[in-house]
């Protein structure tokens, strides 16, 4: 911490004042105001008007009032609660939305609720002032009937490695309504996903305004056309807005709201799909999080090789993994009401979406503020597997 002092004459009377500033080159890209500052004499107070840069002074105390190592994540962690994951999903997968097929008129409600829940947050987009849609081409798209349609982003800058992006994605389209009027909801397909990024991006926010930006920095991206064949997350990492060089990793949410047949009566488990498939460096953090703070069973059935299902190809992780960028894919498993109009919000398990959400978060945390990047020790061996 610099202190800095200065003197001054106003009516005679010498002040003297000291500004204790921690970024000065900080502060002199900031806009200045005249703002009144109450300086205290021997025998009274004076009011006068100094030429201040109040707003960056606040803002670089508060940006920089800890150490992040300092902080207590798991403090920010419990600000992702059930309720206010089931608020959003009763909105976000309601009848209002249409089933959020891509490039219909639901998928574009969505997609301005998404827009607005970040523009509430004051969290800004990459892509300069109130854009927050990276528009993907219909020339993307196999089926040539299929309308504009976009991801949605939003971005928090680190605070020592901002040129480091850390992805946190989840696909918010869905599969509409079919021929007989029935609307495909999904709640869980990838609703739980999507509500659980905006609770998460609330989190980073709160810890942000309490001194503890992250190191590196995050972009939220909600992608469109995932049940049209990968096509919004493929669209980003064609015509990435970050270099995908500097993308240290991407931590994909796509169904985390639900029990599969397999863990009936287990409310305390999720799917970890490709945590080790680029990376140990990764997958160990990722287990050492787990263990430290939320203690959920990590299944990694999914994750063989000769899985028949074949998840790791099928969702928007996929298409980082493609390039070398270390992934982890949360999921809950499928079950009766996959890609059926009973995939609705009542059917959600909502304490465990919110442990799910906050383990992600977690995971976040450690890949945002650790000193040394995520190591890729397996590119070889994966690159080219599914290509």
Not at 2 to 26: H, N, T
Not at 173 to 200: K, P, Q, R, W
Request: glycine share 6%; proline share 5%.
């Amino acid at each position: 911490m610099q202190e800095i002092s200065f003197q001054f004459k106003i009516e005679g009377a010498q002040f003297l004042g000291s500004i204790f500033m921690i970024s000065l080159p900080y502060l002199w890209f900031k806009s200045a105001i005249l703002a009144p500052i109450i300086i205290k004499t021997d025998h009274k107070m004076k009011k006068i008007l100094v030429l201040a840069f109040l707003p960056a002074i606040l803002l670089s105390c508060s940006a920089q009032n800890g150490k992040v190592e300092n902080a207590d994540p798991m403090e920010y962690a419990k600000s992702i609660t059930a309720e206010e994951l089931k608020e959003h999903l009763y909105t976000f997968a309601s009848d209002e939305f249409e089933g959020r097929e891509t490039g219909e008129p639901g998928q574009k409600k969505a997609a301005e609720y998404l827009k607005n829940e970040y523009k509430s947050l004051n969290l800004p987009s990459p892509l300069g002032g109130d854009d927050y849609f990276q528009e993907v081409p219909t020339s993307y798209f196999r089926n040539g009937n299929i309308k504009p349609t976009e991801n949605v982003v939003a971005f928090l800058e680190g605070s020592e490695k901002p040129e480091e992006i850390l992805v946190i994605s989840s696909h918010y389209d869905h599969v509409g309504i079919d021929d007989a009027g029935n609307i495909y909801n999904g709640a869980d397909d990838d609703g739980s996903g999507t509500v659980g990024i905006l609770e998460i991006a609330e989190a980073f926010v709160q810890a942000s305004k309490d001194g503890y930006t992250p190191k590196r920095s995050i972009l939220f991206l909600n992608v469109t056309g995932e049940e049209k064949g990968l096509v919004g997350s493929k669209f980003y990492t064609d015509e990435p807005i970050f270099p995908l060089e500097n993308t240290v990793a991407n931590l994909n949410i796509d169904m985390i709201g639900r029990i599969d047949p397999f863990h009936e009566g287990n409310e305390n488990y999720v799917y970890l799909i490709g945590s080790d498939k680029l990376s140990t460096d990764l997958h160990n953090l990722s287990e050492a999080v787990n263990s430290k703070y939320t203690n959920l069973d990590l299944d990694y059935k999914y994750n063989d090789e000769n899985d028949p299902n074949r998840f790791y190809y099928r969702s928007d992780h996929y298409n980082f993994a493609k390039n070398n960028i270390p992934i982890i894919f949360y999921f809950n498993g499928t079950h009766a009401d996959y890609h059926k109009p009973t995939d609705t919000p009542d059917k959600i398990e909502y304490e465990l979406l919110a442990k799910r959400a906050r383990l992600v978060f977690l995971t976040a945390w450690e890949i945002a503020n650790r000193d040394a990047r995520i190591v890729v020790d397996k590119a070889e061996d994966s690159a080219s597997v599914g290509k």
